[in-house]
């Protein structure tokens, strides 16, 4: 069974005692109607097209039907990655008030953001095995392109960690997102995902940027 969630344009959603950051970045009602979310976005999916064809550290591990970038797109120089840096540091201040409360800035006056970040472009039929991330607090994407996207397929599916809840029935189990340009979420990164499938005869691209980020605790920052 699956619960489908419909949230505002920024919200910390508290799942299982697990919270979920979501912001419609490029939605009507967000900041200046979402223009210049919708253009940093087309700026992005334009350089993640270019880079594609000669990354030679793009890979295919977790993914089917689809391809994963470099994990160094947030050094790139371009306005539009700085725009998506400060779109994950807003993220991870989001969910580290929501887990700490009063105590959240002593963490962030102390440490810096760091993260990491890569492209993933599924194509027909594209698809991501259940997984979770390491070396990091907290991970999410950000949709670029959202082709072939439907209430039942190319969904962002976040599990319930909590196996026991789940062997008594007292959970649906899985909450699942349905993507659309500029929707950011982010979680911890331990929690289990994956990436529903497309209908193999649709052949709408979809592309998202995925990350991990961390507190350093020796300098550096996203």
Request: aromatic share 6%.
């Amino acid at each position: 069974m699956t619960q489908t969630a419909t949230r505002p344009p920024t919200v910390v959603l508290t799942t299982w005692e697990t919270p979920i950051y979501q912001a419609g970045l490029a939605d009507p009602d967000a900041a200046d109607g979402g223009v210049l979310a919708r253009e940093m976005i087309g700026t992005l999916r334009d350089l993640i097209l270019e880079a594609e064809g000669h990354d030679s550290g793009a890979h295919t591990f977790g993914v089917i039907g689809a391809q994963k970038s470099s994990m160094d797109i947030l050094k790139w120089s371009h306005p539009a990655v700085a725009w998506l840096r400060s779109q994950i540091r807003d993220a991870v201040s989001a969910m580290t008030h929501d887990v700490l409360a009063e105590r959240a800035p002593e963490v962030e006056n102390k440490y810096p953001v760091i993260a990491e970040a890569w492209a993933v472009v599924y194509r027909s039929g594209g698809s991501h095995r259940l997984h979770t991330h390491h070396d990091s607090i907290y991970s999410g994407t950000i949709y670029i392109e959202c082709g072939g996207v439907s209430a039942t397929s190319g969904n962002l599916q976040l599990f319930d960690p909590r196996p026991a809840a789940i062997a008594r029935g007292v959970t649906p189990g899985v909450l699942s997102l349905q993507p659309r340009p500029g929707l950011l979420v982010a979680f911890p990164s331990w929690l289990p995902h994956s990436v529903q499938a497309t209908q193999h005869t649709d052949s709408g691209l979809r592309i998202c940027i995925a990350f991990n980020a961390s507190y350093s605790q020796t300098g550096g920052q996203a």
